[in-house]
């Protein structure tokens, strides 16, 4: 059976998609979302479109395009209550107990292979991944790893186990590894500093309707908090790696493009958003497997300009469309690292800073239980038309800030001057920085490093501070719609790759038809119907294109009459 977006089995399938209005993507680029389909040159739609009959029913059923909009309109995207506060303090057993709850509905809901409802979705929204969540190390059939712990906590960590054992697709503990390795790394955003970002948004002037990309959308608190200006006329896109983060999100917005996938693997539309938010992940993990970055991007293959975070926001600013948006929380590396001044080069002759917020270390206490001081930055891609402005945040400067460190016999604490690398850009806007500056290291290191710690003499909220930062630092309704990558769809023709009996289809490679002669491109012309109809039953159309799905993905396809085949509608180009 298809699936409902309320919880609801759908008995009848819904019938084979008419070939409607198509745009055009490919691996890295994709066009705006309307246009006109370009003429079949090979015929090859002839055996579909002839199954419509004239009172627009067919073989399957009734009229496709109402069968599709039915089922794809039940679909339900999440919305949090904009009152609702989170905790003020970190939790562990809370968290934990949340966490366990938004599995067990997980369990059920794949178990029924049905989307999840309004009320599940609340459950499934308390979930916060494994980051300083450090029970989960611990194995619960060994004695001597519980010893001064409660049996309670035991319990739940037995139950946790299980829960992932039955959810592991692989069936060989290597989802519970994974949970195990994101406890010290997978962290995800407090929603007071997303709401202060999309304050920051509206301040600019953006509004929907908009093509939204979460780059690392764990399960989607991005989407969540957007405002409802945004929210309700938003074309949602979400890219995670982590399998049940990634599970959740699906679940959260049904109507959202997800991709569980790593970036460096993921099929990114570029030249096409309007906006591109989240929490990017940093780290000194170098990204060297994405071969056509690494040859677009030369001057980035050595470290630390190619550490994940810097890889993200080259991926960004690429999937922005020409003079969108680009609002990012990352690390101070980014901006403040003198090894990573090719990498801030490059970002300067693509996009325009617009503003940075330094944010505290306790900024993500509450809800991660980590301390870490991390950069808010705000950027506009530059129109092709647009001379790069010049951009002396590039470079980095050194300055004195204080450092406390042990004083006699290490009873007490002194502080002494230190100097530190920063990027002038907040030595120009000391209003930038929510708090006070200080020399600090990571995680017990020896190299200091420029860090905020809070000021507890300003008692106000951290998004009241960010709210007041960006109002002063943030230019106000520039926000403007821009070009997108479009394809002329009157000079590139397509073909569907269904039905057809043999060829290798590898763009580059050249085919026949009509007598003419074509060579295969990279892109795809999308056929909205078709996504339409590959998410009603939970998949994801871009993980189609890009051979990432698993054969029950193909057999829930099967379930409204598609096969993976039906998606691969390659443009192609003439040959004069």
Same mark, same amino acid.
């Given at each position: 059976?298809?699936? +409902?977006?309320?919880?609801?089995?759908?008995?009848?399938?819904?019938?084979?998609?008419?070939?409607?209005?198509? @745009? @055009?993507?490919?691996?890295?680029?994709?066009?705006?979302?309307?246009?006109?389909?370009?003429?079949?040159?090979?015929?090859?739609?002839? +055996?579909?479109?002839?199954?419509?009959?004239?009172?627009?029913?067919?073989?399957?059923?009734?009229?496709?395009?109402?069968?599709?909009?039915?089922?794809?309109?039940?679909?339900?995207?999440?919305?949090?209550?904009?009152?609702?506060?989170?905790?003020?303090?970190?939790?562990?057993?809370?968290?934990?107990?949340?966490?366990?709850?938004?599995?067990?509905?997980?369990?059920?809901?794949?178990?029924?292979?049905?989307?999840?409802?309004?009320?599940?979705?609340?459950?499934?929204?308390?979930?916060? +991944?494994? $980051?300083?969540?450090?029970?989960?190390?611990?194995?619960?059939?060994?004695?001597?790893?519980? /010893?001064?712990?409660?049996?309670?906590?035991?319990?739940?960590?037995?139950?946790?186990?299980?829960?992932?054992?039955?959810?592991?697709?692989? %069936?060989?503990?290597?989802?519970?590894?994974?949970?195990?390795?994101?406890?010290?790394?997978?962290?995800?955003?407090?929603?007071?500093?997303?709401?202060?970002?999309?304050?920051?948004?509206?301040?600019?002037?953006?509004?929907?309707?908009?093509?939204?990309?979460?780059?690392?959308?764990?399960?989607?608190?991005?989407?969540?908090?957007? #405002?409802?200006?945004?929210?309700?006329?938003?074309?949602?896109?979400?890219?995670?790696?982590?399998?049940?983060?990634?599970?959740?999100?699906?679940?959260?917005?049904? &109507?959202?493009?997800?991709?569980?996938?790593?970036?460096?693997?993921?099929?990114?539309? /570029?030249?096409?958003?309007?906006?591109?938010?989240?929490?990017?992940?940093?780290?000194?993990?170098?990204?060297?497997?994405?071969?056509?970055?690494?040859?677009?991007?030369?001057?980035?293959?050595?470290?630390?300009?190619?550490?994940?975070?810097?890889?993200?926001?080259?991926?960004?600013?690429?999937?922005?469309?020409?003079? $969108?948006?680009?609002?990012?929380?990352?690390?101070?590396?980014?901006?403040?690292?003198?090894?990573?001044?090719?990498?801030?080069?490059?970002?300067?002759? &693509?996009?325009?800073?617009?503003?940075?917020?330094?944010?505290?270390?306790?900024?993500?206490?509450?809800?991660?239980?980590?301390?870490?001081?991390?950069?808010?930055?705000?950027?506009?891609?530059?129109?092709?038309?647009?001379?790069?402005?010049?951009?002396?945040?590039?470079?980095?400067?050194?300055?004195?800030?204080?450092?406390?460190?042990?004083?006699?016999?290490?009873?007490?604490?002194?502080?002494?001057?230190?100097?530190?690398?920063?990027?002038?850009?907040?030595?120009?806007? #000391?209003?930038?920085?929510?708090?006070?500056?200080?020399? +600090?290291?990571?995680?017990?290191?020896?190299?200091?490093?420029?860090?905020?710690?809070?000021?507890?003499?300003?008692?106000?909220?951290?998004?009241?501070?960010?709210?007041?930062?960006?109002?002063?630092?943030?230019?106000?309704?520039?926000?403007?719609? $821009?070009?997108?990558?479009?394809?002329?769809?009157?000079?590139?023709?397509?073909?569907?790759?269904?039905?057809?009996?043999? %060829?290798?289809?590898?763009?580059?490679?050249?085919?026949?038809?009509?007598?003419?002669?074509?060579?295969?491109?990279?892109?795809?012309?999308?056929?909205?119907?078709?996504?339409?109809?590959?998410?009603?039953?939970?998949?994801?159309?871009?993980?189609?294109?890009?051979?990432?799905?698993?054969?029950?993905?193909?057999?829930?396809?099967? @379930?409204?009459?598609?096969?993976?085949?039906?998606?691969?509608?390659?443009?192609?180009?003439?040959?004069?």
């Amino acid at each position: 059976p298809a699936i +409902g977006g309320n919880g609801i089995l759908v008995t009848n399938p819904i019938p084979v998609p008419q070939r409607p209005k198509s @745009t @055009t993507t490919s691996g890295t680029k994709t066009s705006g979302n309307s246009g006109t389909a370009p003429t079949n040159q090979g015929g090859l739609d002839a +055996g579909r479109d002839e199954q419509i009959d004239e009172s627009g029913e067919n073989e399957r059923g009734p009229s496709t395009g109402a069968a599709v909009d039915r089922v794809y309109q039940s679909l339900i995207n999440y919305k949090a209550d904009e009152n609702e506060d989170e905790d003020a303090f970190f939790s562990h057993v809370k968290r934990f107990n949340d966490n366990l709850a938004a599995l067990e509905v997980l369990l059920t809901i794949e178990k029924e292979t049905r989307f999840a409802t309004a009320e599940e979705q609340v459950i499934l929204s308390k979930y916060v +991944g494994w $980051g300083g969540l450090k029970g989960l190390l611990l194995n619960p059939k060994i004695d001597s790893h519980w /010893e001064g712990q409660s049996d309670k906590e035991r319990q739940r960590v037995q139950k946790l186990h299980d829960l992932i054992a039955e959810l592991d697709p692989e %069936g060989k503990h290597s989802l519970l590894l994974k949970a195990q390795h994101s406890a010290e790394t997978a962290f995800f955003t407090a929603v007071p500093i997303i709401r202060a970002m999309y304050t920051a948004l509206e301040q600019m002037g953006v509004k929907g309707p908009i093509d939204v990309l979460e780059p690392s959308a764990g399960i989607g608190n991005f989407f969540a908090a957007m #405002p409802k200006t945004m929210h309700d006329h938003a074309n949602m896109h979400g890219i995670e790696m982590d399998y049940l983060s990634a599970k959740i999100l699906k679940q959260l917005y049904q &109507k959202a493009e997800v991709q569980s996938s790593k970036m460096e693997k993921a099929l990114v539309h /570029e030249n096409y958003f309007d906006v591109v938010v989240g929490n990017v992940p940093f780290g000194d993990q170098a990204i060297k497997s994405d071969t056509n970055f690494n040859e677009k991007y030369p001057e980035l293959k050595k470290e630390p300009n190619n550490f994940i975070h810097n890889y993200f926001f080259i991926k960004s600013v690429d999937a922005a469309r020409e003079g $969108g948006i680009i609002a990012l929380i990352t690390s101070t590396g980014t901006m403040d690292s003198k090894s990573s001044k090719e990498f801030r080069k490059v970002l300067s002759q &693509k996009a325009e800073l617009l503003g940075v917020i330094r944010l505290p270390n306790t900024a993500f206490a509450a809800n991660a239980n980590t301390s870490v001081t991390s950069d808010i930055i705000f950027l506009r891609k530059y129109r092709a038309d647009e001379n790069p402005k010049e951009a002396d945040w590039v470079e980095t400067t050194e300055t004195i800030v204080k450092h406390e460190k042990p004083g006699l016999l290490g009873l007490t604490t002194i502080k002494v001057d230190a100097e530190v690398t920063v990027n002038p850009y907040f030595l120009k806007n #000391p209003k930038a920085i929510i708090g006070i500056p200080a020399a +600090g290291s990571f995680h017990g290191g020896t190299n200091l490093r420029y860090m905020v710690e809070n000021d507890k003499t300003d008692e106000r909220p951290l998004d009241e501070k960010i709210n007041a930062a960006t109002a002063e630092l943030l230019p106000k309704n520039i926000y403007a719609k $821009g070009k997108k990558t479009v394809i002329d769809q009157e000079t590139k023709p397509y073909f569907r790759e269904a039905g057809t009996k043999e %060829g290798d289809f590898t763009p580059g490679n050249v085919i026949v038809q009509n007598g003419q002669a074509f060579r295969i491109t990279a892109e795809y012309a999308i056929d909205q119907q078709l996504d339409k109809a590959a998410k009603a039953v939970g998949v994801s159309p871009d993980e189609i294109r890009n051979n990432q799905i698993s054969k029950f993905d193909e057999e829930r396809l099967a @379930t409204v009459g598609l096969k993976k085949e039906d998606f691969f509608i390659r443009v192609i180009e003439p040959i004069r």
